[in-house]
């Protein structure tokens, strides 16, 4: 490697020139920077959060009260629709992917992912099918049948207009992305580690962002099926779940939730990994008990395969799958209650700096360990026949994911900010968000328990006075706006950090651990100006303790190689939504000029090759 | 090519690589394919009987492919073992939900 | 990348495995395949769940004809054999023998398609569409797929025979011929399946 760096040192200077630097907006419509695409991943991530919550809001506002008006009966199925879809594939894992996108690399002490081009077009691809999924709301319909679309409500029988064709689409689009997302993580983590760092030394965010990975890599292309099957029902008369012509609606309830009990996990263990290195930092502690966090970390990804059956109790699937499908369920309790502990464990006895990071990562383990109790309490078959389709169902999952995940999210944004932007994020600020936030949550879904034991069935659109329902809802609706005033306090803070000057120290919160804290903030292009050398675990504690002010180099300082930005991914994107379109209105042209676009910038891109360019760190740092 | 005393670690590396194996995959292979399809053509024996030769015959074959045409013996292939390795295991709990919870 | 060129005339042992890009690609190449083999895998069990739903639509132990898979299937497993024989030829550095396989290699993968176009075509006309019943959706689905898959093969092999005529062997393009053999084999693979669960035992009953 270095003497390939020597023998192009005097070539560098020609490839910077030769090779086309954007910038403004072009820069970020081309970029393959994976901290670029992390940002654009959170801004993206952050818009539909703020569509799903509007949404959210105007549930809220329809359920306020008895007998409400506020929006039509079908209205209020495209808004529950399009609030779960939003809120899980458009908003809570492109938040994930801005987070691993913009930390994992960092983490691992590499320049980037092992695909910048792949991880471009993943974000790409991503932003297109959310697009195309949202537009329903212009045409005729949103889609409306449930973010599960269960058939045969989903089906061309029982929903002829376009509105779900939507979902179906626009789902299949960004699925791509997200699974070239996951192939690229894995790949990363498994090749670009620097030396040094084992497995057995990789910091748990890294962990749990490979095991998302592997989850990603693995459920997706369930979710990609399914989409297809119900995608040829609905346009070419196909008969996946036409139970008329011999299909079966079972299947598809099957299919999905293979896919869809996974992408639970896929949203949660990022948030473990988050919480792992947020209260490790602040209690300036090793995490406690290190190998039984992996290990819990990878039983929880292969039980998370084996237990999608508990989402269809209810189906009748008789005894023998029922009491199994229980038992799986319900050991998923224990890695989780592992990790629980080592939490606690890690706090015990640590010098604990209550930030707005940490404060959100201890608000979730207690707000986390409800959602999980209510999950082996709906495991127990015979108890779901009750719970099933009841409000106490749709507190269970709000509980796991926003009392779990958005707060993992909250806690991580609030943690990495100094390292993405440069600037932290006014802490007291912080702390009014996650107090709105925390009190508005548990006030909105508590409640919710007991609507659902009182009888409340959930996607009802209202309900009638005097049957015990009234208080508890107006309560949720209060709490709704409580954490919708939070996301406001957040998106100021955000707005007020951004005039504020870029001070952030390399070691932003002086207690840092690992490799992402020994470069400044935020990071120049190519991360790390030599690969640092990792010599244990929590790699940066470790030679801060040895009393060392930088990591030791593995390599000298010399000319690195960068990929070039294309624009490639966003064209091929394009070409994408617009062939989405033309299966969706019957437009043969449409469909094969769009994917003619998309084949024709994978031929370019197979047939130019990617010479990248180099920087030279020191020449650099002149001018910076 | 073994000539070359001189250099004999040069000689290992740049080895050639004979088709011997590869064409030992491929008759078996081909063996596989035609007791699968001789097992139907015949016609007359038990339907279980025969799937339990098609699916046997299959994986067999499966493994011979995988084994030798994409290098999974050979070394560094942890990783894709694993990946195939977890692949199947997840068609597996598919398989079985088609065979035994779709219909009762 | 001046470094790699004149490096040609004497490529490592494995020039795939040369670089990290290389080494990358093959992982992230092995990682995309255990994701295709869920997504057949999951095409395979929707077809097992419907197979006998065939209703008033012909029923495949009389579509099918056992000569015609067979002479398909026969097609394939040589056509893998020639494409290992390229990344043979490709790791004793012969060139001219290695496009000469992969040519080969392509040529078969048409004539499988070819049979299966004809296949297809012979089936619509005897009243099996895609609409006929769940079975026929979900026949047309999965052998569509593997189908789809060929026919991408061959444009991808096609693509890269042209890049080695211009860039020659190098770490560059060693990789992508490396996978697309890798690639190649693991459609015969859900081959296998394919003649085993859909044909055979649809012929069984």
Partial sequence: MSTHA?????????????VKRYRGLMDWLTTVDHKKIGILYLIAGFFFFLVGGAEAIMIRIQLLKPMNDFVAADTFNELLTMHGTTMIFLAAMPMLFALMNAVVPLQLGARDVAFPFLNSLGFWTFFA?????NLGWFDASAPDAGWTAYAPLSGPTFNGSRAMDYYVI????????????????????????????????????????FITSVLIVFAFPVLTVGLVALMFDRLFGANFFESGTGGNEVLWEHIFWIFGHPEVYILILPAFGVISEVVSTFSRKRLFGYSSMVFA????????????????????????????????????AVPTGVKIFNWLFTLWGGSIRYTTAMLFAVGFIPTFVMGGVTGVMLASAPADYQYHDSYFVVAHFHYVIVGGLILGIFAGLHYWWPKMFGRHLNEGLGKLTFWTFFIGFHLTFFVQHFLGLLGMPRRVWTYLPNQGLDNMNLISSIGAFLMGIGTIVFVTNVIITWLKPRNAEADAWEDGRSLEWTIPSPPPEYNFKQTPLVRGADAWWKE??????????????????????????????????????GFMYDNLLATIGGLAVTFACMFLRSVFDDHGFHIDPEHEEVHA | MASNHSSSEEVKRHRVEGPQKHIVAFVLSLALTIIAFAAVAAGDINTTFTYIILVAMAIIQVFVQLAFWMHMKDRGHLFPIIAIVAGVFVVFTAVITAVYWVWW | MSAHQHAEGHLPHEPEKATLEGRNKILGFWIFLGAETVLFGTLFSAFIALRHQVLDGPHPSHLFELPMIFAATMILLTSSLMSVFAVQAMHNNKVKAMIGWLLVTILLGLAFLGLEITEFNTYVSEGHNMKTSAFSSSFYTLVGFHGAHVAFGVLWIGLLITQIFKKGLTVVTAPKIYLSAIYWHFIDVVWVFIFTVVYLMGKVG
């Avoid at chain 1, 023998?7 to 030769?18: I, L, V």
């Avoid at chain 1, 789902?171 to 670009?192: D, R, S, V």
């Avoid at chain 1, 990878?298 to 209810?314: K, Q, S």
């Avoid at chain 1, 040895?546 to 930005?565: L, N, R, Y």
């Fill in chain 1, 544 to 581: 801060k303790m040895d009393g060392k002010t930088e990591m030791t180099p593995a390599e000298p300082v010399g000319p690195i190689h960068m990929p070039s930005p294309s624009i490639l991914p966003l064209i091929m994107s394009i070409g994408l939504f617009i062939a989405g379109f």
């Fill in chain 1, 170 to 209: 626009g789902l299949q689009i960004a699925g791509i992305g997200t699974l070239l997302g996951g192939i690229n993580f894995m790949a990363t983590i498994i090749n670009m580690r620097a030396p040094g760092m084992s497995f057995m030394r990789m910091p748990m965010f890294t962990w749990a962002i």
């Fill in chain 1, 297 to 332: 970390l990878v039983l929880i990804a292969f039980l998370g395969f084996m237990v999608w059956a508990h989402h269809m109790f209810a189906t009748g699937l008789g005894p023998v799958a029922n009491a199994l499908f229980s038992i799986g369920t319900m050991l998923i």
């Fill in chain 1, 129 to 133: 099918g959310g697009i195309l999924l």
């Fill in chain 1, 6 to 18: 020597a023998n192009t040192a005097h070539d560098a200077h020609a490839h910077t020139h030769t």
